[in-house]
Nanobody, 127 residues
Framework: QVQLVESGGGSVQAGGSLRLSCAAS????????LSWFRQIPGKEREGLAA???????SVRGSVRGRFTISKDNAKNIWYLQMSSLEPEDTAMYYC?????????????????????WGQGTQVTVSS
């Protein structure tokens, strides 16, 4: 069973940067999508970036150029590097894994495709 633990959230001023980490345990899959989502209370969980087992990434248009997803294969940790943060980026951030992927092409950014989730880490950006 996959267990995911996020870290790296916190408070930052607008224009600043943060790097979120997601440590995975029980992760022995060869075909997968790893992703980052965020959620504001009352809003649907929003997919930001995803990375598949071949290193192909997909990034939401609204954060492209500011957010980058990467993975340390040796440590089973993946990251979301966020720069030029804006107050609108304030949210709870979640990592997720899809280990039952049945489609080809780049990873989906829809929450319904992911089975395993971390507990979330809060990011607050002040103006």
């Amino acid at each position: 069973q996959v267990q995911l633990v996020e870290s790296g959230g916190g408070s930052v001023q607008a224009g600043g940067s943060l790097r979120l980490s997601c440590a995975a345990s029980g992760f022995t899959y060869s075909k997968y999508c790893l992703s980052w989502f965020r959620q504001i209370p009352g809003k649907e969980r929003e997919g930001l970036a995803a990375l598949d087992n071949e290193g192909l990434s997909s990034v939401r248009g609204s954060v492209r150029g500011r957010f980058t997803i990467s993975k340390d294969n040796a440590k089973n940790i993946w990251y979301l590097q966020m720069s030029s943060l804006e107050p609108e980026d304030t949210a709870m951030y979640y990592c997720a894994a899809d280990t039952e992927r049945s489609y080809s092409g780049s990873c989906a950014l829809h929450f319904g495709e992911y089975q395993s989730w971390g507990q979330g880490t809060q990011v607050t950006v002040s103006s």
